[in-house]
Each structure stands twice: as C-alpha cells, then as structure tokens.
C-alpha cells in the first residue's frame, strides 16, 4: 500500500547526494512496510550476450522475507552489490527495490572491514581475532546513515520499517531521529555475543545506542537477547524490566521502551517439502549415490566456506574415523558442499587454503582408485540440487562452532520427507534449541564429534525414525512465515499498545 502525504515528505531529509539511492518519480511513492538489509534480495546475471539481468538471489535472509515481501506492498532497500554504480529503483518478483550504492573504498571498510573482519568474528565467539579500525568504523556509520536516509525518504507516515543483521546495526537509532513516527523493527541474524567479549568493542556504546533506536529487537535465541539486555543495562545504565529496556535520550529523560527477545528464523518449508517429493528431483538423488559409487552411508557438510562453521573440526574426527577404522571408505564418504563467501577476506582467503589443504590430505591418505573419502565442492548449487543432496546423503553434518541458526539443519530436516536419516548438531547453532532430536554435540570436542558421528551412522533405524519425525513436526510447524508473523505481530502489538513510546 502506498499513500502520498505531503506532511510526511515534508519531514523528509536531504538525500546523501553523494552516494543515496536515486529516487525518481515513481519512487517518491511511499511505502507501508520497509525491509532494510546490507544486500538486495537478488543478483545481477549477465549472459552470453553481454545482456543483464536479475535474479532472486539463494540464502537464508531472501529465502526468509521474499514471502513477506510478495504479500505486501512493501519495498526492499539495500545494496546492489556492485561497486561505484549508481541503479534506479526497480520491481523484480513482486517487490519494489531501492538500491544503495557503496564506493569501492566503503566495500572494503564497511563490508569487507567492519561488518566481517570486526563484528562478524566478534559476534562469533572471537574465533579468529577481530580486528578494531577507526577508518573501518567511520565508513560503517556513513553507510548506516546512507541506508537510514533512504528509508526515511520513502516510507510513508507511521509505517513500519524492518532492519535486518549486524551490518546495519546503527541504522534503528539515525532513522528514529529522522522519522520518529516510524514502527521500528530490527532483526540480528547472526548470534549477539556475551558482555565479557561485546566488551571489547571500542564503540560498544554506540552501537547499542543504535539497536536500542528500535521499538523490537528480535535475536536467533533466548540467549542472544539476554546477552544484549545485559550488555544495554551494563554500558548504557539503563533500567532492564524482563525484556523491556527503558532507552533514555541526551538530556538523560526515557524516550522510548525497546523490547529485545528471541524469534528463531527457518525456512520456507512448503517449497523443500515440495521439492522433495518431485520425481526427477528424487531420480537425480539416487543417481548421486551411485555415481559416489552406491556407499552404505553418504555423510554431507554443506557450508558457506566460513570459519564459523567447524569444517575443520568436522573433517578431523573424519579423517580419526578413517584412521581409526571405524569407517572406511568403501562404505563411507563425506560430500562436503563449501560455498565461496568474502572471497577478498584475509581469514576467508586462509581458511580456503586451510581446508583444502585437509582435504587433498584426507584423500591422499584413504583414497582408492574407486573411492574417494571426501567430495570437495567449492561451488553455489541451485536449490534443487541441494534438495537432492539432502535426500542422497544418510547423515547430515552441522558441526559450527558459533552459528546464529543454520538453516541447512532445517532444510535437510524438512526434505527427509521419508523421515529417514540422521542429522549432526553442534550445540553452538540456534537450530540446537529448536532439534533437540538431532544427535547434540560440541564440535571442539573432537572425541565427542567422532562419536555422535559413529551414533547418526549406527542409530537404529526405528529411533532414527522417531528422531526424525519429531524435527520435521517442529520444523513443518515453525516455517518462515511463522516467524515473519510472529515478529511483525509483536511489533504490531507495542505499536497498538503504544509501548514503544513512553
Ligand atoms: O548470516 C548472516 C549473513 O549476512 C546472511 O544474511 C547472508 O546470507 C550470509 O551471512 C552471507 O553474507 P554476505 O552477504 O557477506 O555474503
């Protein structure tokens, strides 16, 4: 829906002329309901010709709101993807997007710097270093602006405005500023760390300052929400009723109340539930086993290649299993799907060479002229093919060392439509609060890893059933949707009840 009301554009801000999205006629329309995410929900495709295109892009964020989206009249603001180039405004798939243009300098401070060299480690239990730069961080408050000017100039009065994940953790607060009779919803994707490592960010202050500028914070889990009222009460001073936090302005007087809490993502079930059942997609998975060679038990790992994932840890007990001869591979193979992520990251670029290098380890060791212990797949696959790996594969692997969900837990569950398989869990991911019929484990325990792997290939088969059953219910219950609503609706409920506005 869209109104056009002059009191509203009237309060509108100057666009950041140097880089703001560029809003022609047809975008001075304004908007209901507003998702704001680091990336557009699609990538451009160029083909043979040199001719481009868009296209809806894979992963967890579009997978989640592109129904939300379809549903509504909204409009999706984000970056393009693409350095120095300025995109009009555009519709694809029924949603309405605003491109952000980012400079080749702020990819790298914003992007490649702070959101992933700084709080994506930190967020993520410090597994590798952070890395703190004042430069880094002045581009991420410009950019965070930049997203905060264009929400404020196309959304319509008292509409509600969804922020999504850690790269725009600032923008709640600049866009309460700017249009403070906006309903202000923020989403963290990503886990929110404890107060004793949140600590050691110079701009922990400021950066809470920016969240607590929402009416709702929603969190993966009910301990990421704890951790961040914590951390609001220990460096803001502000006063924490369950999980209400009373926010203060400058002169010290309570502007607003936030609420912070936990709305576990998931998936769009119906269309893995779908796909699942689709005949070539179930002859494409029996031809997967037998071109691995008809293995008694396929094991698959699918990955963004991410530090946080314990690719490493998982191909280790592996790799001990083989050793040990609990497995061998006549009867076993590990199919390790690992994405290509922030390619242009210095732990990214060594974690490849890291993880490759166990790979051609593991193989040289334990390979046979007709088998082969790990298939390493440096690739993006279509969903279709993923679906069709999920349902080749006997025992799934999330072994992360810090995620905020994984959904791929959730997927693999979903497509096992047979209920048959068995599904590996780090205790460390969201989905652990959510499967807790999935063999539970901590991944930094190698000896623990080796055993819930040996227990997933060994379950009998009428336990592995019941196990399975149970997380599919809980997954065919709790969709996507079901967490889009539930978020919304909370939101939608303070905005009635006026809590957000003390
Ligand atoms: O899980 C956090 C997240 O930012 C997702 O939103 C995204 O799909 C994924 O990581 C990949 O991130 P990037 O946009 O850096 O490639």
Not at 11 to 31: F, M, V
Not at 120 to 136: N, Q, S, T
Not at 376 to 382: A, C, D, K, R, T
Not at 467 to 482: S, T
Request: proline fraction near 4%; charged fraction near 25%.
């Amino acid at each position: 829906m869209s109104s056009s009301n002059t009191t509203a554009r009237s309060r509108q801000p100057a666009a950041d002329t140097a880089a703001g999205p560029h809003i022609n006629k047809a975008d001075k329309r304004e908007y209901d309901f507003i998702v704001v995410s680091n990336r557009l929900p699609v990538d451009r495709v160029v083909d043979d010709d040199g001719n481009s295109s868009w296209r809806r892009s894979p992963g967890g964020l579009v997978t989640a709101l592109g129904p939300v989206m379809a549903k509504t009249d909204g409009a999706w603001i984000g970056w393009n993807g693409a350095s120095d180039e300025h995109v009009d405004a555009f519709t694809h798939d029924e949603m309405r997007l605003i491109p952000v243009s980012l400079t080749a300098e702020e990819i790298e401070y914003y992007y490649e710097g702070f959101s992933n060299a700084t709080l994506w480690p930190l967020y993520h239990d410090v597994i590798a270093p952070p890395e703190f730069h004042r430069h880094w961080w002045d581009a991420y408050r410009r950019v965070n602006r930049r997203f905060a000017e264009a929400a404020a100039l196309v959304a319509a009065d008292g509409a509600t405005v969804w922020i999504q994940d850690y790269q725009l953790q600032l923008v709640p607060k600049m866009l309460r500023e700017l249009r403070p009779d906006l309903c202000i919803g923020f989403f963290n994707h990503i886990p929110f760390p404890p107060t004793e490592i949140y600590a050691q960010l110079p701009w922990r202050g400021l950066v809470l300052d920016g969240l607590l500028g929402a009416d709702l914070i929603g969190f993966q889990r009910s301990g990421d929400a704890g951790n961040f009222i914590r951390s609001a009460r220990r460096f803001r001073g502000y006063s924490v009723k369950q999980q209400f936090v009373q926010v203060k302005d400058d002169d010290g007087e309570i502007s607003h109340t936030a609420r912070a809490e936990a709305f576990p993502i998931s998936i769009q079930v119906s269309k893995i539930n779908e796909l699942a059942h689709r005949e070539d997609i179930i002859e494409r998975s029996k031809q997967i086993r037998r071109d691995l060679g008809n293995p008694k038990q396929v094991l698959l790992g699918v990955d963004r290649l991410d530090y946080t994932k314990g690719i490493g840890h998982r191909l280790k007990a592996y790799a001990e299993l083989l050793d040990d001869g609990q497995l061998n591979v006549e009867d076993a193979i590990l199919v390790q799907v690992a994405s290509p992520s922030r390619e242009r990251v210095e732990s990214y670029r060594l974690l490849r060479e890291e993880i490759e290098g166990s790979v051609g380890h593991i193989n040289g060791q334990h390979d046979t002229i007709e088998h082969a212990a790990v298939r390493y797949l440096h690739h993006s696959y279509p969903v279709e093919e993923m679906v069709a790996l999920y349902l080749a594969a006997d025992v799934m692997l999330v072994t992360a060392l810090r995620d905020g969900m994984n959904l791929v837990a959730k997927e693999y569950v979903t497509a096992r439509v047979q209920t048959t398989g068995a599904l590996v869990l780090s205790e460390f991911a969201g989905a652990a609060d959510q499967l807790r019929e999935a063999v539970l484990m901590n991944p930094h325990d190698i000896d623990g890893l080796k055993n819930a792997i040996m227990k997933a290939v060994t379950l009998e088969p009428e336990e592995a059933q019941r196990r399975m059953k149970k997380m599919r219910r809980q997954v065919l219950d709790h969709d996507v949707e079901h967490w889009s609503d539930s978020f919304l609706g909370t939101l939608r409920e303070l905005k009635e009840s006026g809590d957000g506005n003390d």
